[in-house]
């Protein structure tokens, strides 16, 4: 026995001589994420996480960022050092910058950047862009006409031709830039499972140093790229850690510097504590109660659109809003870090929000007597309202693993029992709830969405099912098919920002889904960190002009 | 006694086959009428919705299920479990990458639990003080009720949020790769203590509880008494006589907990954040991963088939009679 406790003792002994990780290298920022990344190739970067890593290894044509002055996003020059539009708009001449190389020393040119747009809009390689190439000349099979679309001048410039009467952009050439010179090697349906996909030769301000799968990623400063700065961070590592407490302890504990999606109640305890920022980022995410507005059955059945029997009534939707408090969720879980909401537009535009509209408070009393006028009544008297003999029930779906919708769902049952409605909630595992939701099986449920830059709304709310296969309520309003099929055209600004205010007065109207709460995500960081910048892009998209404070 | 043996391999690999067999096909079938799908994945304003279907069709998710199940097993003879949707690797390189952790931290988990489990029922045997007895069968019920997640999250406080002495996560440091051979296996087993600790302890008490009782119920018999009047040393009886006849029960319980820990222990590396077994195969079934799913089901079936077998056979090594009981 005393040997094992001289052992042990031997080994506690030669352990604390060891040190903490993130403290020996001084330029290092360690990130944690809650699950790893499927691929580096940007071919394939469908999660968020994929998306930041990605746009770090690889330069787009040109870059983004926010305004705060303007509160709007600007485009910058990356890989191309210049461009011009000509007259209509409908022609793009791009000059690259000279001095961009891929880690595996060949130089970027013209024809990387053609064969990125044609490997992004190929069928065969699935790639997450795949059939998004509106504006430019494409194939039956959504297929990008490169002939028709692309003119290279020299390995420094090119011109790209857009379709006539479409809207293009700076965001519709703004796709990270694939090196053909190593991807013209694989068989264009092996990239998927491509090595390439796992060992990349980049060209943006990091590249790789190791994926330990499950683990770490670890990407260090390139200092071949001309966005490097020896005075910034060498090296940026995102730790892999499932656990959210764990996430939690490891910030605090200095082993992790960065930390995004923190609990309201979390972010005030970092409040306190000394070397920790803290910092929202507004207007990305929001919660609503979806209501389907046709009846499902019917649909499924026939493929026929008819209103729900209930809520397929936009005051009794407008009803169950003014029923539920909102704001007590808002300020009891989410620690007011959100706003409440009214409409699927984005505030964080100066001018795409509509100051002259309010949410829909909580009253009672209103929600009521709406729903008394619209022939609801408590005819026995046992707290539940009904009509033609039927009672007001719903079932509410909600996915689990959501603490946020499983404390809103309570809360939203109290509201609705006050008001005569009977709620019960049902928990469904994440996948089985959207397959549920997308294939209708489903009438009432909790859900939220993720707001993508620029603004899109048309696949959420056009009235033709087949053209919006996120439109999962069933909304339909004439009105609002038109002014999301005019924002799709090239207009100017104000026009712009005036169909979208005009499409928020519907929203606020219609209620297609009971719009609850925008969530912020917050993000806490090692005040260790200088020159970082939160805006509704993110936290991490400029991440190569970071510094430590010594 | 070879033939007996070689009978008993060739039995249990023909019954191995149809219950992996019967496994496999269970879980084919489930996966597939479970509902969800790979490509909910896709469900977003910035995808195209042609995209789901494209995928499904080159994973040949949209061939009916029989079609499907034909060419699972067409492949499966030939040793290949298919892609990984969500690594785009073959499932035998995710299993390869992921199982050699769960290995190390199966084997020396095992190796504490016996080892600390037969050295603390011999201490408490040959002090022989019913007041000791009394306190380590209590403390082994107590520490065994104690769930690896408590176990894991007080450890973490005290060790690493507390003293800094272990790591809180990973099996490696950041810098690993720079480290000669003697710093990286130094590194790997300071980041592993922590884990493997929570996975023995509440084997060890186990391991205990089993040891203590079977060598109280040895130390009993006739022979041993012999050997106590014989003047024979309390240490030499209990090595070579109490030990060895003790010690059939504990091998199967071991087999079964070696299994089990080869199977990944979930709960474990999450709380630690380690790559293992446990950690993918959950990760595969929520994100519908259905090759990845069942290879990693038809290891740790394997792997416990395989170690109950050891089991047996190291059972029958010990004492020929049971080789004979398993042929029937």
């Avoid at chain 1, 940026?236 to 996430?247: A, Q, T, W």
């Avoid at chain 2, 203590?212 to 106590?228: A, D, G, P, Q, V």
């Avoid at chain 2, 006589?241 to 087999?255: K, Q, R, T, Y």
Wanted: charge should be negative; aromatic fraction near 12%; hydrophobic fraction near 40%.
């Amino acid at each position: 026995m005393k040997y094992i406790l001289i052992f042990i003792t031997a080994l506690l002994v030669s352990f604390s001589s060891c040190q903490n990780e993130s403290v020996v290298i001084n330029d290092r920022v360690v990130i944690a994420v809650g699950e790893d990344i499927e691929s580096l190739n940007p071919l394939y970067s469908f999660s968020g996480t994929e998306s930041n890593i990605v746009e770090l290894l690889f330069l787009s044509l040109v870059q983004h960022r926010w305004d705060n002055s303007k509160s709007n996003i600007v485009s910058y020059p990356m890989a191309a050092e210049n461009w011009s539009w000509n007259k209509d708009s409908t022609e793009l001449t791009i000059e690259l910058r000279n001095d961009i190389l891929w880690t595996d020393k060949e130089k970027l040119t013209t024809e990387d950047v053609v064969y990125s747009f044609d490997l992004y809009s190929d069928p065969a390689v699935e790639s997450r862009l795949f059939g998004t190439f509106d504006n430019f000349y494409t194939k039956e099979d959504q297929h990008i006409d490169i002939n028709k679309s692309f003119e290279i001048i020299s390995p420094n410039k090119m011109i790209v031709r857009f379709k006539p009467y479409s809207n293009p952009n700076l965001f519709d050439i703004s796709i990270p830039l694939l090196p053909k010179h190593i991807l013209e090697k694989y068989k264009r349906s092996d990239l998927p499972t491509a090595e390439f996909n796992f060992k990349p030769v980049s060209n943006g301000p990091f590249k790789l140093k190791n994926w330990d799968r499950n683990s770490a990623i670890i990407l260090h400063s390139d200092s071949a790229s001309f966005l490097y700065n020896k005075k910034n961070i060498s090296e940026l590592i995102f730790k892999i850690i499932p656990d959210y407490n764990g996430r939690i302890n490891q910030l605090r504990s200095g082993e992790v510097d960065l930390l995004e999606d923190i609990k309201s109640e979390d972010a005030d305890n970092f409040k306190k504590l000394n070397g920790f920022s803290v910092g929202p980022i507004k207007g990305r995410q929001y919660d609503f109660i979806g209501l389907s507005n046709i009846d499902n059955e019917e649909y499924n059945r026939t493929k026929k659109i008819k209103p729900h029997p209930i809520w397929g009534d936009k005051e009794i939707r407008k009803a169950l809003a003014m029923a539920v408090n909102r704001q007590e969720i808002l300020t009891e879980f989410l620690g007011n870090y959100g706003q409440l909401a009214y409409s699927p537009v984005t505030n964080i535009f100066n001018t795409s929000s509509d100051s002259s509209i309010s949410p829909y408070q909580y009253n009672l009393a209103e929600a009521k007597n709406i729903l008394k006028e619209r022939g609801w009544n408590d005819l026995d008297n046992n707290g539940i309202i009904e009509k033609d003999g039927k009672e007001f029930s719903i079932k509410l779906f909600v996915p689990s693993g959501n603490p946020l919708r499983e404390f809103a769902g309570t809360i939203i049952k109290n509201n609705l029992r006050e008001a005569g409605v009977e709620v019960q909630i049902e928990t469904l595992e994440f996948g089985v709830f959207i397959e549920n939701v997308m294939s209708r099986k489903i009438d009432a449920f909790m859900a939220g969405w993720s707001v993508p830059l620029p603004v899109e709304l048309k696949p959420y709310w056009y009235s033709d099912l087949n053209q919006s296969p996120l439109n999962i309520v069933g909304y339909s309003n004439k009105e609002a098919d038109q002014i999301l099929d005019d924002l799709g055209f090239s207009i100017s600004s104000k026009k712009y920002f005036d169909l979208l205010h005009r499409f928020e007065i519907i929203m606020h109207e219609d209620q297609p889904v009971i719009f609850l709460y925008w969530i912020d995500n917050i993000v806490v960081y090692n005040s260790r960190i200088k020159n970082i910048v939160i805006d509704p892009l993110g936290v991490i998209h400029q991440c190569w002009e970071w510094n430590l404070e010594k | 006694m070879k033939t007996n043996a070689m009978k008993l391999v060739i039995k249990r690999l023909l019954s191995s086959i149809t219950v992996m067999f019967l496994l496999i096909t269970m879980i084919f079938i489930l996966l597939r009428i479970s509902p969800g799908s790979f490509t909910q994945k896709f469900i977003s304003p910035d995808l195209n919705p042609a995209l789901a279907e494209q995928v499904n069709a080159s994973f040949g998710l949209n061939e009916p299920v029989i079609v499907q199940y034909k060419n699972f097993l067409t492949n499966l003879i030939r040793g290949d479990f298919g892609v990984s949707y969500s690594f785009r690797e073959p499932v035998s390189t995710v299993i390869i990458r992921h199982l050699p952790l769960t290995a190390v931290i199966a084997f020396f988990s095992f190796l504490i639990q016996i080892f600390i489990g037969i050295l603390f029922a011999s201490f408490v045997l040959k002090k022989n003080n019913v007041k000791l007895d009394s306190f380590f069968s209590s403390a082994s019920i107590f520490i065994f009720a104690f769930p690896s997640f408590v176990v894991g999250v007080i450890l973490l406080m005290i060790f690493s949020d507390l003293t800094g002495l272990f790591p809180s996560s990973g099996i490696k440091s950041f810098d690993y790769d720079q480290y000669n051979f003697i710093e990286k296996l130094l590194d790997y087993f300071h980041h592993l203590i922590l884990p493997v600790f929570t996975i023995s302890l509440g084997g060890t008490a186990l391991f205990y509880k089993y040891a203590s009782n079977n060598m109280k119920e040895i130390s009993t018999k006739y022979f041993i008494t012999n050997l106590r009047a014989s003047g024979v040393k309390e240490k030499t009886i209990i090595l070579k006589h109490i030990i060895p006849n003790s010690i059939s029960p504990l091998i199967s319980a071991a087999g079964v907990e070696l299994g089990i820990l080869l199977g990944g222990t979930l709960i474990t590396e999450v709380i630690f954040s380690l790559p293992g077994m446990g950690r993918l195969t959950v990760d595969a079934i929520l994100q519908r991963d259905y090759p990845l799913v069942i290879g990693c089901v038809f290891i740790s079936g394997a792997l416990i088939i395989l170690s109950n077998f050891l089991a047996d056979l190291i059972k029958g090594s010990l004492d020929k009679r049971v080789i004979k009981e398993m042929l029937g």
